[in-house]
């Protein structure tokens, strides 16, 4: 049985959906602040995104593209234990 053209529309937006989710997940900060700078400039309904714009503004830290300073707790130390055996 074919899928109507409604129906393929529908499946072909949803995965177009996922893949620019997944590219936008994994793309570097840098990337990430490019485009969303080109996505505010562009369109005005965009420019109130607030996740657009702190995306935009926020630089990083060590430039390394994580944009993971700040919420990486240090891990505890543990304390390793030799025992000889008799």
Known sequence: MMPTPIEALLVYAVVLGCALYC?????????KRRAA?????????????RHLQKVARNPGGC???CDNCGSARPQREHKVQLWRRR
Do not use: D, I, K, N
């Open 37 to 49: 700078h080109y996505l505010l400039t562009r369109s005005p309904r965009l420019g109130t995104s």
């Open 23 to 31: 590219l936008w997940v994994f793309l570097p900060a840098s990337l």
């Open 63 to 65: 430039g390394s593209g």
